[in-house]
């Protein structure tokens, strides 16, 4: 399809219009060369009407820098520039002149036009519209000059008196061009001139014969149907043109390329001057174009059809109002993001830091180390809660031996500890007393209670109110705050007779038990908030993962612990902060913080080789006495919530400063540093150390255990959302509580080894193992499990086995049997529980 012709003069000199289609146009058969044609007719009449053209000089189109040809010419004839080919040539040629004229030729369209041409003159100044035409095809000779302003072009008229640019007028209608109604029609002053036109189209064919090298489209091959229009090439479609610097190239069929897609147009880039179709008398001629060495030509069409011109002006407008409704939407819409150097959008994903929860912007940050301890810390930490088990209720523990009621003093053993749980009670500090376990020769009490030995009062914990600790926590001054979290070692040989307990307000209290009242605190540097602690297992070092709401930046502070003389036979005669002890705490020193490779760390675990034990006496320090039990090994595995990742702090070098500042009087110096973030798909939800190897529960429901240098090993489900990950204080297996599955499940060796569900669990939120009786001698054995029920404000137990007393009395048998609950004012997170030897 030809090009249309600009709507205005000012476009006309800007931009050439198109070509037309040379060759190969189909023969017409014949008919009335002055009746109105249809779209395919009319460019019919273009293509013969192209021969009686004399040659002017051509236009070079300002939008093109630079030489440019066209490809080597190819076996079968693509379609000419501007038009789509609707089915193949004829074969027959014997009706046609050499040009494809038919007998009756021009017909009367291209006679109105010649005609037209002929009063103005063929690219002349004041005239019509060019028709450049090409040169011998010699690569690189050049072709005629312009003639002068107002000069005529060789071959030409010139008729000054004519009106302006019959383009600028009724640009819809174009009535002038063709003598219809509703405009004056330009024709009828100057009667039709057949035999000077034939004569002249018949002297530009003889020369244009001699010009020419080569006819590369002389025997046209059929061509493939046209394509449909939204594969029809955007050189159809001027109106794009103004959004487009050039227009397409026609070096494919032009069913090869889909609408819109656009190609770098070959112009003639021989030395010539531009003659515009209508040069307005102040405008200069365009500079000089270089060389062109394309063999062929660039013809510009003449007015399209009119049916034709609606269409293009249609679809044109069309493609502008989709272009701007387009820009409407972009203007909307949120500004897309540049894609990085190394791959785009995708790649700049990836190089982004992962978070689990993309909510914890600067803002959230700030809002949640406000919120630490309260129940929007706990519901952004832990999830929410999965609704219980849906299993059958587990049976009762049984047994003649079973107690009824507490033993208190009458008990030899008992376990004992701190719960952690979330109140808003006055009066309460969020942390109990209680008792899990109870025995006597004959008897075994197994129902978790408030109190320790020698009461059932332990709601809240007495050692805050009272005592060295409580003497400790009003000299700091301020308010406590609400309990974080709470631990003690969990693969220790001492009695770790006090749980260390983080408080919002970046308190460090311990509390202990029965045999061990009288603790410490100590205040974490200014800006630290708590979110989780740790203790290395010879109870040396307090490790406390902290969030800094100015800085916005995460670090492991390190307390070194010192015990209380005379408590027990493996304590030292002298506070050692920073030697293994058997954690009745005395003392306590914050060391120093090692900034971490994340923000916002949430959990920690720890792991020390230090070698004590509770027999043995360590008294003072003489020499290198007991140096032997000082830790050669340790390390703390941290884990980032939001960013999903962890990372280890070497703790070696820290554990042996500490005990060569005792030992050898020399100065310590904090120079642990963390390791590299490693990355744990699924978001760590808490991690557990343990000799050589660790593990970490991420929220999709896995356990992945680590070996030293955090390499996975394996990966176990365990359900969906576990919440606390620890290592079993008797059985040595990691034990994960799954809250949105309220199970909990023993980990080893990337299987589950067992599990325990009950319908009694609302919302288990942390499960733990207590430590074993049979220490000092004693004979007396019971694995129990402790699960905080969080929603369901209890503290349950559940039997693990068979439990038995020093007289041979047993209580349970195989699997996991009930226990009994403690009733919390609250709701509980967790508890922390060791031996009571007295």
Known sequence: MPSAAPEDDSASDQYQRPGPALYGEPAQ???????????????????????????????????????????????????????????????????????????DWPPKSSQDWMHQQSQTGWGLAGGGSTWPAQGPGTPGDAAPAAPEQGAPAEGGLEFPE???????????????????SGGQDLYQSDPYQADRLQA????????????????????????????????????????????????????????????????????????????????????????????????????????THVGVRYAIYGIGGLITLGL?????????????????????????????????????????????????GTAEWFSWRYGEAGGGSGTDELPAAEGDALASEPLLGDADRSVQGQLGYLTDESGLTGVDHVTAVESTDELIGL????????SEDGAPELELQEGTTAECLAGLGGDLGKPVALARPEQSAEINAHSVIAFSSGIIATAGISGAQGGTCVQLPAGQVPTDVALTDGNELALVTT??????????????????????????????????????????????????PFTAPTSVDAWSNSGGSLSLGRGKIDGDAHRDTVATAG??????????QVAVVDLASTLEGLAAQHYDGTQFQLDAVAGDAVDVEGGVADVAATEGASAVATRDGVVHELDAALQETSATPVGANPTCLVVGAQSGAFIATSRGEATISWVSGGAVTKELADSRLVDPLCASETPALDVKGYTGQAAVVLVSD????????????????????????????????????????????????D
């Open 29 to 103: 058969s014949g008919g009335d060369p002055y009746e109105e044609l249809d779209a395919e007719a009319r460019r019919d009449e273009w293509a013969a009407d192209l021969g009686g053209v004399p040659e002017v000089p051509r236009q070079s189109d300002p939008r093109q820098a630079g030489p440019q040809a066209f490809p080597d010419p190819p076996t079968a004839e693509p379609a000419p520039q501007g038009h789509t080919p609707q089915g193949p040539p004829p074969q027959d040629q014997g009706a046609q002149g050499e040009w494809g004229e038919v007998p």
């Open 324 to 372: 701007i409704i387009g820009i409407v939407l972009m203007l909307g819409a949120a500004p897309p993001s540049e894609p990085s150097e190394k791959g785009g959008d995708d790649k700049a994903t990836e190089d982004a830091p992962k978070t689990e929860d993309s909510s914890l912007t600067s803002e959230r940050y700030v809002q949640l180390a406000g919120a630490v």
């Open 200 to 303: 002249e189209a018949q002297q530009a064919r003889e020369q244009y014969q001699a010009e020419q090298s080569f006819q590369p489209f002389a025997t046209p091959e059929p061509q493939q149907p046209a394509p449909a229009f939204a594969e029809q090439p955007a050189a159809q479609f001027p109106p794009e043109s103004q959004f487009q610097p050039a227009p397409p190239e026609p070096q494919q069929s032009y069913g090869d390329h889909p609408f819109g897609e656009r190609q770098e147009s070959a112009v003639a880039t021989e030395a010539v001057e531009a003659v515009p179709a209508q040069r307005r008398p102040e405008e200069s001629a365009a500079p000089e174009a270089p060389a062109s060495t394309d063999p062929r030509e660039t013809r510009v069409a003449p007015p």
């Open 790 to 837: 969080f929603e369901g404000q209890q503290l349950h137990a559940y039997l693990d086995g068979q439990a038995s007393t020093p007289g041979g009395a047993t209580v349970g048998g195989d699997g996991f049997t009930y226990s009994g609950a403690y009733t919390v004012a609250g709701k509980p997170w967790g508890a922390s529980v060791t031996v009571d030897l």
């Open 547 to 596: 969030w800094n709401a100015d800085t916005q930046t995460g670090a492991l502070t390190l307390i070194a612990l010192g015990d209380k003389s005379g408590s027990y036979q493996s304590s030292w005669s002298e506070s050692y902060p920073g030697l293994p002890n058997p954690g009745h705490f005395a003392s306590a020193a914050v060391v120093g913080s090692v900034e971490l």
């Open 162 to 180: 004519l009106r302006s640019d019959p383009y600028e007028a009724d640009v819809y209608g174009h009535s002038q061009y063709r003598g219809d």
């Open 635 to 644: 390390y703390a595995i941290v884990g980032d919530l939001s960013a999903s």
């Open 447 to 454: 129902a978790p209670r408030a109190g320790g030995k020698f």
